[in-house]
Structure formats: structure tokens, C-alpha cells
């Protein structure tokens, strides 16, 4: 029913947004990234996407941090964990009594949280690639603002999950 009722107002809004912003408007690029990302949210309550464990394995140059530190992934660790963003996912932070369990439980939300936002990160991507190939020059602005977008609420999150990760491994083992 979470689903049916999700998908519902995903095409809903999308919908709405066709008929309401200019489609080569920052708006309408922001509810390109944001409604699907919101959806997969909320049905991930029901069915949690998974990637393959080989996804989430940590390459040697993730290990150290430096960087996705460079990237600015500690600006985007700021702002998650302060505000009104960090209501959206209070289970990813280190639990008071960090036992092996609860650490262990902790990374798994985290690889799927990283598994969220990278298939919405591919998913989006491919739709900016669309949005290209499929009209004239004029929409190659609405695939940069989509890009974008993309990058802001779906790429970050994975290098924070991935950098959150490697700390965790250093931390706990």
C-alpha cells in the first residue's frame, strides 16, 4: 500500500511540475531530484534497496578520508547533522553504546542509505542524459541544474556514507 500510495504522488508532483515550472527552470530540475529521492525514502520504509556488498567495499584511497574531505563532505556532515535535514535519517549516528552489534547494525544503515541515494544518483543521472539527447540545445540547462541537484542530494550523501564508513572502520575494526 506504501508503495502504491508513494508511487501516487511521485507522479503526482512530477506531473505537477511539468504543468508548473518552466522545464528549463532551476525549480523543475530541483523536483526532478527531489521527488524521486523523497519516494524512495518513504518506500524504503517497506522494501530497502540493496546493492551488492562488493558496492560497498572501501577502495584503499577512501580509507584516510583526505578525500572526500576535499570534496567538502565535512561541510555536508555539518549541515546533515544540524537543522531541520538531520530528522530525515536519525538512525545514522554513532550509538551511545557503540557494541560490536550496534556498530555493525549502524553500518548497515549506512550501506543502505549509500544504496539509496547511488541508485537515485545513476537513475537521475540517466534522466539529465535524456533530458539532453532527447530536445535542443535550450535543455542543456536543465540538465546541468538536474546534474547538479543530482550531485548535491544524492551524490554527497554517498561519499558521506562511504566516508562515515571508513571512520567507522577505524574507530571499531
Excluded: C
Excluded at 526532478?32 to 518506500?43: D, E, R
Amino acid at each position: 500500500m506504501v508503495l502504491i500510495a508513494a508511487t501516487a504522488v511521485l507522479i503526482a508532483v512530477l506531473a505537477w511540475s511539468v504543468s508548473t515550472f518552466d522545464r528549463t527552470g532551476v525549480a523543475f530540475a530541483f523536483v526532478v531530484v527531489w521527488a524521486p529521492m523523497t519516494w524512495l525514502g518513504t518506500i524504503s520504509r517497506v522494501v530497502t534497496p540493496r546493492l551488492p556488498d562488493r558496492w560497498h567495499e572501501l577502495h584503499g584511497f577512501e580509507l584516510d578520508g583526505r578525500l572526500y574531505e576535499r570534496l567538502g563532505v565535512r561541510i555536508v556532515k555539518r549541515v546533515l547533522r544540524r537543522g531541520p535535514l538531520a530528522a530525515f535519517n536519525p538512525h545514522l549516528h554513532l550509538p551511545d553504546d557503540p557494541t560490536p552489534h550496534r556498530v555493525a547494525q549502524l553500518d548497515q544503515r549506512m550501506r543502505d542509505a549509500e544504496a539509496s541515494h547511488a541508485i537515485l544518483l545513476i537513475v537521475t543521472l540517466a534522466a539529465a542524459i535524456a533530458v539532453v539527447v532527447s530536445a535542443a540545445a535550450s535543455r542543456w540547462t536543465t540538465a546541468a541544474w538536474i546534474l547538479l541537484f543530482d550531485v548535491l542530494l544524492n551524490g554527497y550523501p554517498v561519499m558521506l556514507q562511504r566516508y562515515n564508513r571508513a571512520l567507522l572502520r577505524r574507530r571499531f575494526g
